[in-house]
């Protein structure tokens, strides 16, 4: 399978990051692993990440949407503000234990992919891979 640039884990627990990019790596799936703990570390991480991208070497962030100071909503409040072409190449899904009615309902307005619960598993990784990039594990 062709890697994709970049993966960005943004989760307030260091634990589900380590897990997710353990899984992510053990399958091979980008060239390049950054976690973020919280939307505003996430937002720095994401600039220098969508510098390097292009729609050929995408970037996936998986973005929690409930975290402390800057959550995965007001991140992508902010995400909306970077100019078109550092957004061009960003693939988010929402990658969460729970979401509120509210949220829910803002999902259909909002620039995100999709949405994945948690915990992150293989099948899920590869129905991501296979919908957002054109790629999938081999059989």
């Not at 380590?18 to 060239?31: H, I, P, T, Y």
């Amino acid at each position: 399978m062709k890697k994709i640039s970049s993966v960005l884990l943004v989760d307030d627990d260091p634990l589900t990051n380590d897990l997710n990019e353990r899984l992510l790596q053990q399958l091979g799936v980008a060239d390049r692993y950054l976690a973020a703990t919280d939307g505003v570390d996430a937002l720095a991480a994401l600039e220098d990440l969508a510098a390097e991208a292009n729609p050929t070497s995408p970037v996936l962030v998986l973005l929690d949407v409930k975290m402390p100071g800057m959550d995965g909503m007001a991140f992508i409040d902010a995400y909306q503000m970077l100019p078109a072409a550092q957004r061009q190449a960003v693939v988010i899904v929402l990658h969460t234990a729970s979401m509120s009615s509210v949220d829910l309902g803002r999902m259909e307005s909002l620039p995100i992919a999709g949405l994945v619960s948690k915990p992150l598993t293989k099948e899920k990784l590869d129905t991501i891979l296979k919908l957002h990039f054109q790629r999938q594990f081999p059989t």
